[in-house]
Nanobody
Framework: QVQPVESGGGSVQTGGSLRLSCVAS????????IGWFRQAPGKAREGVAA????????AYADSVKGRFTISQDNAKNTVHLQMNSLKPEDTAMYYC????????????????????WGQGTQVTVSS
């Protein structure tokens, strides 16, 4: 397995935007899925958004729908998470994860369904 690598975190004010990027070199085939997860201090890791590289199907947590957009750049083997209208409650360490999806698109936002994880990138939103 090749560990995904995240980039793009930072600090913004409420209402600002950030774009996270994930390169998962070992998961570029169309039968794979990429997910974004986050973990705030003292809280469990939660799924934010995920995408099926083979057909573009996506999934979002209710808390980010309409504000976050996950997309794929096949030419660069990169998955982006565009985060708009950021809120202080979006503050967390954001992780990119990868898994095979040949058996179906079950559990796209479930941490246990992913095989490979990046080291994370910090997002801080101040009020």
């Amino acid at each position: 397995q090749v560990q995904p690598v995240e980039s793009g975190g930072g600090s913004v004010q409420t209402g600002g935007s950030l774009r996270l990027s994930c390169v998962a070199s070992g998961y570029t085939y169309r039968s794979n899925c990429i997910g974004w997860f986050r973990q705030a201090p003292g809280k469990a890791r939660e799924g934010v958004a995920a995408i099926y590289l083979g057909g573009g199907s996506t999934a979002y947590a209710d808390s980010v729908k309409g504000r976050f957009t996950i997309s794929q750049d096949n030419a660069k083997n990169t998955v982006h998470l565009q985060m708009n209208s950021l809120k202080p409650e979006d503050t967390a360490m954001y992780y990119c994860a990868a898994r095979g999806c040949a058996s179906g698109l079950w559990g796209l936002l479930d941490t246990f369904s992913y095989a490979a994880w990046g080291q994370g990138t910090q997002v801080t939103v101040s009020s």
